[in-house]
């Protein structure tokens, strides 16, 4: 089958399905904006890394409508998936394909009835159902929004995100004693919750676990000061991994999350996993009192009792957690990301194109 991907920014986690597609025998072209190095909202990933062996072009500022239609026409996908529905080029070309390919459009957002979401919904027949056919999505929460915009059930295709094969390192035989937040240092990631919260968590013990920090902001002085926390900065996709297997107990106390794939990085690497209810992952990947404990959001007491309960679980009760961590995540394993959207591309191909021979 031949996939073209118009995407926004690339990351680990989206290329490492596009990977395993092109490890599946798929012919896949991919147009992708260039990472904003100085951007405060993003960290500053490799592409040329991330992209190494896929078929990818990148653009700045705006993409480059001709060349998009162009690849359009010589390449003649079967599947055209589109990132973000802002970019003007990628919706002319959604539309200018319509029963040409299955096209799909990219959202990893909740419903949450504001009023540009309802503005969405009221226009969904002008702008998003003549673009496109379908939805990709990571989870349940999004598939709400899905048909506020008018798909139908089985045009909603689920699991969005994975992670790379390198996280899945299977359960923990020896679990670690340290916490680890990765992400970037800002107040939606409830930074200053987690700052109180393990100074509260080190005050109540004996012997407290140390907290690592991956990431990058403008928070970093939240936590600069506090004894126990190790600040690594910014670490790579590929080095990850390896902080990650170091690891015990993934804390994520974000204020919104909409999905939080660093909650299937910690689950397939092994550990517990701390977050709240807000994050949209959590449905699938942390069940409370299971493999770790779901918490509510700006409740520093709340956060630091639960990190009091993992650290404080035996070793057999530690080592489960672990198992059942890694169990949870084998649902977003790279490979079958690309399985599943095969297979739901296969069965809506012949419903939204025909008149032309499909690949497999």
């Known amino acids: 089958m031949r996939y073209y991907l118009a995407w926004q920014y690339i990351t680990g986690y989206s290329t490492s399905g596009m990977h395993a597609l092109v490890a599946q025998g798929h012919d896949v072209k991919l147009m992708y904006q260039e990472a904003l190095v100085h951007a ?3 960290a500053p ?3 040329a890394e991330l992209t190494e062996g896929l078929d990818a072009v990148g653009w700045s500022g705006q993409p480059d409508e001709e060349l998009l239609l162009r690849e359009l026409d010589e390449f003649q996908p079967d599947v055209l998936i589109v990132n973000s529905w802002h970019i ?8 200018k394909w319509r029963g040409r390919a299955l096209r799909i459009v990219v959202m990893d957002h909740q419903w949450l009835g504001t009023p540009k979401q309802w503005l969405g919904r009221v226009t969904r027949q002008l702008f998003i159902q003549p673009a496109f056919d379908a939805a990709f999505m990571p989870g349940d929460e999004q598939a709400v929004f899905a048909r506020h915009l008018g798909f139908k059930q ?33 107040d939606v990631k409830g930074v200053d919750v987690l700052a109180e919260a393990y100074r509260s968590y080190r005050a109540s013990t004996d012997d407290p676990w140390p907290l690592v920090v991956a990431g990058m902001g403008p928070m970093e002085e939240e936590l600069k000061a506090i004894e126990g926390v190790e600040l690594l900065g910014f670490v790579s996709p590929k080095d990850l991994p390896k902080v990650m297997a170091e690891s015990g107990c993934l804390v994520l106390p ?8 660093v909650l299937q ?13 807000t994050c949209g992952g959590a449905s699938r990947l942390v069940l409370d009192g299971y493999n770790g404990r779901v918490v509510t959001p700006d409740r520093p007491a709340e956060l630091a009792a639960a990190m009091a309960w993992v650290a404080g679980a035996d070793a057999e009760h530690r080592r489960a957690m672990s198992e059942r961590s890694t169990e949870l995540a084998r649902q977003y394993t790279p490979t079958r990301w690309a399985e599943h959207l095969t297979d739901r591309c296969h069965e809506l191909l012949p419903e939204k194109v025909t008149g032309r021979a499909r690949r497999r």
Not at 88 to 95: D, E, F, G, H, T
Not at 165 to 179: I, L, R
Not at 267 to 272: D, L, V
């Open 154 to 186: 089985h045009e909603i295709i689920t699991s969005l995100y994975t992670c790379d094969d390198p996280f899945f390192t299977g359960p923990q035989a020896e679990p670690k004693n340290s916490f680890l937040f990765t992400g970037r240092l800002v």
């Open 265 to 277: 990085e910690a689950a397939a690497s092994g550990q517990a996993v701390i977050c709240t209810s």
């Open 45 to 47: 990933f490799d592409d």
């Open 254 to 261: 974000s204020r919104f999350e909409p999905w939080g794939v």
């Open 40 to 42: 405060p909202f993003l």
């Open 88 to 95: 003007p080029a990628y919706m002319k070309a959604a539309r």
